[in-house]
């Protein structure tokens, strides 16, 4: 509820003194909460009651002006492999909704040659165009997946605070983590297929270097120990038709028992799984299981619908934005690990 007059309408612009006259502060009080400075100054009801009258009054702070005052341009830079992943696009808009709300921009950066081949050359970080004339007069920080890191050392230089989407805990001092739990994802996924009966098993793994992969790669094996289950692993790019030619050739080889089920990285790898097992007449899931991960609108789209690991994109994007405030304020937590969920679905059976 708001406790001051309200101006005329039409007579001016809403400035600051109208929010706090509307709100019942003082105008420090708003210049803390519009400016995201509030935490440990002002009640959050307060806060609330601020952001309030700035929605009904419309104002909108003079950002240039405050720039120039802070020294601050208020932008992050959110460095992804691709801008056609739809998990990063859902981690993007994480990242705008908390943005949003403390006057912050997020400007897009995808890497330009996307992810890495883990068996490939990555690219050197001196033939990376800088996508800004100076990052560290453009940007106050930057917020990047593990899966972009070679661009880092170009965009960042040494001085911007960072915080690391899908990367190791242990990264070392200075650098914020924002994780999902891919590791206990796999343990789920591995438990999952194991109650159905299966033992023989094919990894279909991201031909990439990451350590999302890698701790994804980790937990399934650990998993598996002691367990009398096999674990084969073929590689492909983040690719339907690299992913469909892998397991293809895999499914297909001779001389070992065929696997039961096909554990992929991602959707994307496990609809090309799934296009190998139709171009060798096998059935899904009566011949073989496949799972995912990411729960991507893919995976409800295929036929049978993919059993896949949840993550919460959105969710990465808010704690990596609500991360980067905090260093901002010379507040570093402590790595930051989010839960995950086995969705069951129709792609998942006993084996044959």
């Known amino acids: 509820m708001t406790t001051g007059a309200r101006p005329p309408a039409g007579t001016h612009r809403p400035t600051s003194r109208d929010v706090a006259r509307i709100a019942g502060v003082s105008q420090a009080a708003v210049s803390l909460v519009l400016g995201g400075k509030w935490r440990g100054r002002v009640a959050p009801a307060t806060a609330e009651r601020v952001r309030g009258a700035a929605r009904e009054l419309g104002y909108r702070p003079n950002l240039a002006a405050r720039n120039l005052r802070l020294g601050s341009t208020r932008t992050a830079l959110l460095v992804v492999p691709a801008l056609t992943n739809e998990f990063?696009?859902?981690?993007?808009?994480?990242?705008?909704?908390?943005?949003?709300?403390?006057?912050?921009?997020?400007?897009?950066?995808?890497?330009?040659?996307?992810?890495?081949?883990?068996?490939?050359a990555a690219p050197a970080p001196a033939a990376v165009r800088d996508p800004f004339h100076s990052a560290q007069a453009a940007l106050d920080g930057v917020i990047a997946s593990s899966m972009a890191a070679d661009v880092l050392v170009t965009l960042r230089g040494e001085s911007l605070?960072?915080?690391?989407?899908?990367?190791?805990?242990?990264?070392?001092?200075?650098?914020?983590?924002?994780?999902?739990?891919?590791?206990d994802g796999m343990r789920q996924t591995a438990r999952h297929l194991l109650a159905l009966g299966h033992r023989q098993m094919l990894h279909l793994a991201a031909d990439v270097e990451s350590w999302t992969f890698q701790a994804r790669a980790a937990a399934l094996a650990d998993a598996l120990a002691g367990t009398g289950a096999t674990l084969h692993t073929r590689r492909a790019a983040l690719g339907t038709e690299p992913a469909r030619q892998a397991a293809?050739?895999?499914?297909?080889?001779?001389?070992?028992?065929?696997p039961t089920a096909v554990i992929c990285d991602d959707d994307i790898l496990a609809a090309g799984a799934c296009k190998a097992a139709r171009r060798l007449g096998l059935h899904i899931p009566r011949d073989l299981s496949v799972t995912g991960f990411d729960d991507l609108t893919l995976a409800t789209a295929v036929e049978p619908e993919l059993t896949t690991v949840r993550l919460p994109a959105e969710h990465i994007g808010e704690h990596g934005m609500t991360a980067l405030l905090d260093a901002l304020d010379g507040r570093t937590g402590p790595p930051d690990t989010l839960p995950v969920e086995l969705v069951v679905r129709g792609s998942t059976a006993p084996p044959p």
């Open 161 to 183: 605070p960072l915080v690391m989407l899908d990367s190791d805990p242990a990264a070392g001092p200075g650098t914020t983590t924002v994780n999902a739990d891919v590791a």
């Open 248 to 258: 293809e050739t895999a499914l297909g080889e001779s001389g070992r028992p065929r």
């Open 88 to 120: 990063f696009a859902r981690v993007h808009h994480g990242a705008r909704r908390i943005a949003d709300r403390h006057g912050f921009g997020v400007v897009l950066y995808p890497t330009p040659d996307g992810t890495v081949p883990a068996h490939g």
